[in-house]
T-cell receptor, first 114, second 114 residues
Framework: DTAVSQTPKYLVTQMGNDKSIKCEQN?????MYWYKQDSKKFLKIMFSYNNKELIINETVPNRFSPKSPDKAHLNLHINSLELGDSAVYFCASSQDLTGNQPQHFGDGTRLSIL | AQSVAQPEDQVNVAEGNPLTVKCTYS??????LFWYVQYPNRGLQFLLKYITGDNLVKGSYGFEAEFNKSQTSFHLKKPSALVSDSALYFC????????????FGGGTRLMVKP
């Protein structure tokens, strides 16, 4: 049973296109996150949602729009893709916002912009 | 502002020898500290955490970490390295104040040679 699953695993597309990445967790967690890992493996938080409500938006361009239809899902839609968007995007979840519980990560979506 | 630093990009160790991966932190309040491991093409996996209590924390796969408040460090250790420990290791931390997100260090690649 995969705890945090992301689809697709790989995404190759042209500059200017719009794409979505889906994330689902079956852990019953309240809080979900999106992270971006660049080519140097540096990991940066993008968004945090708690019970479907946006908590954190870390100065991410508004071309990136997260959507949480329920607390088990947090999808990421990206408009007008740019070369600099090429990265690995990780979804994660944690029990709640207290921060004393570990985050559980999906295996990532590798986005390549041509 | 909070920050987490991993001063070594790579650590090389021979199989069977002890290993240390260094981490220092700067967070306000009492810190919550975590270590994660990332294998190729996978998401981050939780190893151990320090929230409060005993400064020596034991985690998965024989890893442990020591919280040192005076040196603001949380180094990851293992008495005897295995080749299979070779991976990318991330230290992460946050303040116990509400609303703070987890900040990750830049990662340290551990190479264990037979």
């Amino acid at each position: 049973d995969t705890a945090v699953s992301q689809t697709p695993k790989y995404l190759v597309t042209q500059m200017g296109n719009d794409k979505s990445i889906k994330c689902e967790q079956n852990l019953g967690h309240d809080t979900m996150y999106w992270y971006k890992q660049d080519s140097k493996k540096f990991l940066k938080i993008m968004f945090s949602y708690n019970n479907k409500e946006l908590i954190i938006n870390e100065t991410v361009p508004n071309r990136f729009s997260p959507k949480s239809p329920d607390k088990a899902h947090l999808n990421l839609h990206i408009n007008s893709l740019e070369l600099g968007d090429s990265a690995v995007y990780f979804c994660a979840s944690s029990q709640d916002l207290t921060g004393n519980q570990p985050q559980h990560f999906g295996d990532g979506t590798r986005l390549s912009i041509l | 502002a909070q920050s987490v630093a991993q001063p070594e990009d790579q650590v090389n160790v021979a199989e069977g020898n002890p290993l240390t991966v260094k981490c220092t932190y700067s967070v306000s309040g009492n810190p919550y500290l975590f270590w994660y491991v990332q294998y190729p093409n996978r998401g981050l996996q939780f190893l151990l955490k320090y929230i409060t209590g005993d400064n020596l924390v034991k985690g998965s796969y024989g890893f442990e970490a020591e919280f040192n408040k005076s040196q603001t460090s949380f180094h990851l250790k293992k008495p005897s390295a295995l080749v299979s420990d070779s991976a990318l290791y991330f230290c992460a931390g946050r303040s116990n104040n509400a609303g703070n997100m987890l900040t990750f260090g830049g990662g340290t690649r551990l190479m264990v040679k037979p």
